[in-house]
T-cell receptor
């Protein structure tokens, strides 16, 4: 009953190019979506979020897009940098505080 | 300001033994959460405290898991007796009062049950 899915376990991108990470969800009650970034042996770190009343949110090199009708969101990183190499988790909540996470996508940025 | 801290960072125990994990949230954060990641899969919610009260424990796997937050400060998660499937990384997070407030995660405790 996994409600948040990240179907790509890994992504390799050249430094300077765009990284696009995808996430799908099944629960139509979700109204808040987040991306977390995780380095080895560390906890997840908040990256960017978006409310269901918006379809785009931008913060520097990071942009999150939300398509409610398709129950899909994506994270764009432009340009990708070596320090962006990490595991990225998509998460969602439905106004009850607990977060539902995807399984993560491992991003490797090649020099 | 200190972030969320967890102790120990690693724990290796035998099946049937007891382990207690500790989490110290960010000072002033009333909301405290426990999550678990097993075998590189998704991070799963276990439970949520508001101050010392359990707000939601729908993710607790079974009655071998007991979480407490006496005094509304630090929290402990006890597993007794531990089983092989309890192995994983246990994360603690804390946040402010609104459900959209960022949840800040600790570094996690890696539990290995042999």
């Amino acid at each position: 009953d996994q409600q948040v899915k990240q179907n790509s376990p890994s992504l390799s991108v050249q430094e300077g190019r765009i990284s696009i990470l995808n996430c799908d969800y099944t629960n139509s009650m979700f109204d808040y979506f987040l991306w977390y970034k995780k380095y080895p042996a560390e906890g997840p770190t908040f990256l960017i979020s978006i409310s269901s009343i918006k379809d785009k949110n931008e913060d520097g090199r990071f942009t999150v897009f939300l398509n409610k009708s398709a129950k899909h969101l994506s994270l764009h990183i432009v340009p990708s940098q070596p320090g962006d190499s990490a595991v990225y988790f998509c998460a969602a909540s439905d106004n009850d505080y607990k977060l539902s996470f995807g399984a993560g996508t491992t991003v490797t940025v090649r020099a | 300001e200190a972030g969320v801290t967890q102790f120990p960072s690693h724990s290796v125990i035998e099946k049937g033994q007891t382990v207690t994990l500790r989490c110290d949230p960010i000072s002033g954060h009333d909301n405290l959460y426990w999550y678990r990641r097993v075998m590189g899969k998704e991070i799963k919610f276990l439970l949520h405290f508001v101050k010392e009260s359990k707000q939601d424990e729908s993710g607790m796997p079974n009655n071998r898991f007991l979480a407490e937050r006496t005094g509304g400060t630090y929290s402990t998660l006890k597993v007794q007796p531990a089983e092989l499937e309890d192995s994983g990384v246990y994360f603690c997070a804390s946040s402010g009062t609104r459900h959209t407030d960022t949840q800040y995660f600790g570094p996690g405790t890696r539990l290995t049950v042999l």
